[in-house]
């Protein structure tokens, strides 16, 4: 039988199976159905998906993120904060501030200690990608998609993309409790016109700077929080003039609260908790 050390960690309730690559040993092929057994709350250990934290070549760290569904995505923000508490509790890194590559591209992490423990993580996410190819989402007009009509299951909504590295697409509603999460959230995720899937998330305008949140994840269904799609929701909030760039904003979501920031150089910071679950051997 085969086994390997994790770490359960979560950020705002968005629990994943973290693995140290540095020192374990798992084939390729088996990432996507250890993937999905690990992540079953009855015959694995519980959670939204699979993380392994990597060395890279072109940064301090890598991070690959698995969903529940075993698809590989190209990025998490919740993930990120994660992997960054990892890599400066166990040495990985020296510094507090260090890069990590994603599928997506390379980000700066910085950790924020309180008696050698990392409390808090600030990300810079980079620029969000806003052409219609950039999400992908398939249509005529590249140009940004900014409060355009579209009909999901007979039914016209207005929606905002935005790509963090991973598809997003924010739905704007009046009471946040009311969000059409398990109705409407898997037919838009596996909708044609976004060819990759779509992360669906749901927002309420509190006032210019705080936000409500609720999420569909792609391959991962309800979870109590999406990085990237909290990023995804500040930046769709700006181009709607709900809220203000270079504004620190701060989203509620199930799990917690993020502070994030569309800065006028174009990056997006964000800042949250991330925490240590439990360590254990997993048998597969
Ligand atoms: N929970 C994540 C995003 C995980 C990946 C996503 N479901 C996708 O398929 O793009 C976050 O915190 O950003």
């Keep these: 039988m085969k086994s390997f050390q994790f770490t359960k960690m979560h ?6 199976i973290y693995v140290n690559m540095f020192k374990e040993k798992i084939k390729e092929e088996e990432l996507p ?11 694995g250990i519980g959670s939204d998906g699979l993380i392994l934290i990597c060395p890279s070549n072109v940064a301090d760290v890598k991070m690959r993120v698995f969903n529940n569904d075993g698809s590989e995505a190209k990025n998490c923000g ?23 590559e994603t599928l997506s591209g390379v980000v700066q992490a910085e950790v924020h200690v309180k008696d050698e423990v990392v409390d808090q993580v600030t990300v810079d996410m980079g620029q969000p990608r806003l052409s219609r190819a950039e999400i992908p989402m ?15 299951a007979n039914q016209t909504y ?33 909708d044609e016109r976004f060819p990759d899937g779509v992360n669906v998330e749901f927002v309420e305008v509190v006032n210019e700077q705080e936000l409500h949140f609720r999420v569909w994840e792609r391959g991962s269904g309800v979870t109590q929080a999406c990085g990237t799609g909290a990023c995804a929701a500040v930046v769709a909030s700006v181009l709607n003039h709900y809220t203000k760039r270079d504004i620190p904003t701060i989203v509620h979501l199930a799990g917690g609260d993020l502070t994030i920031t569309w800065t006028n150089e174009g990056a997006v910071l964000m800042t949250g908790p991330a925490e240590i679950i439990c360590k254990g051997e997993y048998y597969y």
């Design 11 to 16: 950020g705002l309730g968005n629990s994943y």
């Design 158 to 190: 207005e929606i905002t993309t935005v790509s963090m590295g991973n598809p997003h697409v924010i739905f704007y509603v009046d009471q946040i409790e009311e969000a059409p999460l398990t109705t409407l959230g898997p037919i838009v995720e596996k």
């Design 78 to 100: 919740n993930g990120l904060r994660c992997v960054a508490k990892y890599a400066y509790e166990h040495k990985l890194v020296e510094e507090n501030r260090f890069s990590i």
């Design 138 to 152: 398939i249509g005529e007009n590249q140009d940004m998609i900014v409060s355009e009509q579209a009909v999901f």
């Design 33 to 43: 159905s250890l993937a999905i057994k690990v992540a079953n709350v009855y015959t």
